[in-house]
């Protein structure tokens, strides 16, 4: 990423702020295949470097709207049915391998597959729809919903912050990033000319 690209997304983040992180994480939690965790991790990073966006505020946003997303999804799932979950999988491409995997994970673990789901990028989409679907008990639904998303939430916005931090004293330090990725591939294209020279230079 240089320093070029990553102005661009602080002035995305900059417009939209935290309704970005709200939106997107809803809509994946609901069952919509959006990148809700790069959105995340990509809100953490930018928490190192943005004064209006902070990390606390990224987390909190990120799990109310993680858990409030699971939850309408959930509700979907239970009154639409197995027939609404096969019209989803087809809309949104999902694969009816994803689908039997979920089933057999919550036949096996119960609520508990509510939690680890989250950090699975299939089965996060399709775990309230699903968990809805069979009718699990709500209230330990929302129990695991709320954990798994408290965790997963923190885990990845704190990834991003602290991977920020350590690319910003990389680029104090080097003063341009660009000259730094300029001398990698400088370095790897001599590096391979070189190679192809001496291999031909054996051949003859």
């Avoid at 939690?115 to 399709?126: P, Q």
Wanted: positive net charge.
């Amino acid at each position: 990423m240089t320093a070029h690209i990553l102005q661009l997304l602080e002035g995305y983040f900059a417009r939209y702020g935290y309704w970005t992180v709200a939106v997107v994480l809803l809509l994946e939690n609901a069952g919509v295949p959006v990148p809700g965790e790069t959105v995340l991790l990509l809100a953490g990073f930018l928490t190192s470097s943005q004064h209006h966006l902070r990390l606390p505020w990224v987390i909190a946003v990120g799990i109310a709207a993680a858990t409030f997303g699971d939850n309408a999804g959930y509700l979907i799932g239970h009154y639409g049915g197995r027939p609404l979950l096969e019209k989803y999988r087809r809309f949104f491409h999902i694969s009816a391998q994803h689908i039997a995997q979920g089933e057999r994970l919550f036949e096996k673990h119960g609520p508990v597959t509510v939690f680890f789901a989250r950090f699975v990028f299939g089965m996060r989409i399709i775990t309230g729809p699903l968990a809805g679907v069979l009718r699990m008990h709500w209230k330990k639904f929302a129990l695991f919903n709320f954990l798994g998303a408290a965790a997963w939430v923190t885990a990845v916005a704190c990834a991003g912050y602290l991977f920020g931090r350590q690319w910003q004293s990389l680029v104090r330090w080097v003063g341009d990033v660009d000259i730094v990725i300029g001398i990698i591939v400088a370095l790897i294209v001599v590096a391979v000319i070189w190679r192809a020279r001496r291999s031909q230079t054996l051949a003859e």
